[in-house]
């Protein structure tokens, strides 16, 4: 009955290589995102989807490509991996209403924890 | 732009002791939301309040109270008598309701350690 859900939990893979994160959630949720969590534990928006469409997106390299193929899964595919990918990274959805989706708590995903060699 | 400042980074405790976490935000919008999520060593991210700009009442829920005060865009976390497994990292969120352009903006995040 996991809420919001994420393969895989560790990702290590070599430079230039390229990965997939997926995401699914189950609680019905519109809207869902991609946070980077560094290693200073800064935790930062990279992405936000809502009923599939591109809502945000925060200035992160092309090389980062996420992908909503319905909305209950967010895939993210991250091409070319430099060192610097090496985060956690975090999947959450929330029940965004249009106008209120800022005053909807988010839900987190366990977390991906990618290392880039 | 909005902004979240936790000016705490580290904080020691004994256990029983009563902790503070404090949190300031900035932000240009009326209406905004926000947040506290605790991250214990195991690395999930769990939700614990959030608070309506409109809505000062300060919100107690066992252990744990809020105190928001829009006079200074505060909104701090206190923990009453703490135990070893409030020992995590604390983050307070800002979200402003701009329908589905809305994001959480965190703060640093406050590494509490409470000590047996």
């Known amino acids: 009955d996991t809420a919001v859900s994420q393969t895989p939990k560790y990702l290590v893979t070599q430079m230039g290589n390229d990965k997939s994160i997926k995401c699914e959630q189950n609680?019905?949720?519109?809207?869902m995102y991609w946070y980077k969590q560094d290693s200073k534990k800064f935790l930062k928006i990279m992405f936000s989807?809502?009923?599939?469409?591109?809502?945000i997106n925060e200035t992160v390299p092309n090389r980062f490509s996420p992908k909503s193929p319905d909305k209950a899964h967010l895939n993210l595919h991250i091409n070319s991996l430099e060192l610097g990918d090496s985060a956690v990274y975090f999947c959450?959805?929330?029940?965004?209403?249009?106008?209120?989706?800022?005053?909807?708590?988010?839900?987190f995903g366990p977390g991906t924890r990618l290392t880039v060699l | 732009a909005q902004k979240v400042t936790q000016a705490q980074t580290e904080i020691s405790v004994v256990e029983k002791e009563d902790v503070t976490l404090d949190c300031v935000y900035e932000?240009?919008?009326?209406?905004?939301?926000l947040f506290w999520y605790k991250q214990p060593p195991s690395g999930e991210l769990v939700f614990l309040i959030r608070?309506?700009?409109?809505?000062?009442q300060n919100e107690i829920s066992g252990r744990y109270s809020w105190n928001f005060q829009k006079s200074t865009s505060s909104f701090n976390f206190t923990i009453t008598a703490s135990q070893v497994v409030d020992s995590a990292v604390y983050f307070c969120?800002?979200?402003?309701?701009?329908?589905?352009?809305?994001?959480?903006?965190f703060g640093k995040g406050i590494t509490l350690s409470v000590r047996p």
């Open positions: 959450a959805s929330s029940q965004g209403i249009s106008g209120r989706a800022g005053g909807n708590e988010q839900f």
């Open positions: 609680l019905g949720h519109d809207t």
């Open positions: 989807y809502n009923n599939k469409e591109l809502i």
């Open positions: 932000t240009r919008d009326t209406t905004y939301y």
């Open positions: 608070r309506n700009s409109f809505d000062e």
């Open positions: 969120a800002l979200s402003e309701a701009s329908g589905a352009n809305s994001k959480l903006t």
